[in-house]
């Protein structure tokens, strides 16, 4: 089983986690950037993680032998922030970096008037810089999130073809295949979506336009919930080729529109001596 998960904040994780992904087929994987746990206080906490994404992590997880890929915006929880709002300005130098393969995450966490203003802005910026766009819905009354999500997606004049709406389940997913933009599901241990429930959905729906992702971060999620989603697949009646599909071809398509894949597989599955500004993954040297 091979695996690109479309969706993961592997900063929020650690080496045993790259480890356990590569034995479990994962070969690649998109970094959205997010909110990271805490409010951040100016523009330079922004361009210091940005740097990070397309840097030290990404040499990271190549020491693990997994690519990595991230996606650069600024998210809609900080959108309501004035502190960080300037960010919107910088963005533009970031877009163009390699590895970065889409505008994200962009779109509401409260539906609040600044957040719709920097998820338009930032749609525009994708279209501007022909990226495909990752769209975060609200955790909180998803149907109307949702709803509106779409309106301002219409709006902005993007192709709804290079857009992946995320965080989706059972009551939101017919309005997005409808739209014809992707579909983006979070599994998750205890909230969003589960497997099963995964499972269940690709049956009614297909495996077109489907992402599936862990979106792990620092709190409780499972950077393996991708392998797990491809097993209970197979349990439910897909096949391999179905599998594949969903957990490789599709993220690939997709994100193949930004032009920005490296997929060339990676000699190595385990951290070597190498160093990134004078970093290693090593801690001492080695027995």
């Known amino acids: 089983m091979r695996i690109f998960d479309p969706h993961i904040h592997m900063t929020s994780r650690t080496t045993d986690d790259y480890e356990a992904m590569y034995a479990a087929g994962v070969r690649a994987l998109v970094e959205p950037a997010f909110w990271l746990g805490q409010p951040r206080t100016s ?62 995450e962009v779109g509401y966490d409260s539906m609040t008037e600044a957040e719709e203003k920097a998820f338009a802005h930032q749609l525009q910026l994708a279209v501007e810089y022909e990226l495909p766009v990752l769209v975060h819905t609200p955790h909180r009354d998803k149907l109307a999130g949702t709803k509106r999500t779409l309106e301002v997606v219409r709006e902005s004049g993007i192709a709804p073809e290079r857009v992946v709406v995320d965080h989706l389940n059972e009551v939101t997913v017919g309005l997005v295949a409808e739209a014809g933009c992707w579909m983006g599901f979070s599994i998750y241990p205890h909230t969003k979506m589960d497997e099963h429930r995964m499972v269940a959905i690709l049956a009614e729906y297909g495996t077109a336009r489907m992402l599936v992702n862990s979106a792990a971060d620092w709190g409780r999620s499972d950077p393996l919930k991708t392998y797990r989603t491809g097993q209970a697949m197979l349990a439910g009646g897909f096949t391999e080729s179905d599998v594949d599909t969903v957990l490789w071809r599709n993220p690939v398509e997709f994100y193949g529109q930004s032009g920005n894949l490296m997929l060339d597989p990676l000699e190595e599955s385990s951290p070597t001596g190498a160093t990134f500004e004078g970093n290693s993954v090593l801690r001492g040297a080695r027995q």
């Open 43 to 104: 523009v330079g906490s922004f361009t210091d993680y940005f740097d990070g994404l397309i840097g030290w992590e990404r040499f990271r997880a190549s020491q693990f032998g997994i690519r990595h890929h991230c996606t650069i915006a600024l998210n809609p929880k900080e959108a309501n922030d004035p502190r960080c709002t300037d960010v919107l300005d910088v963005l533009p130098r970031y877009l163009t970096k390699d590895g970065v393969v889409a505008v994200g």
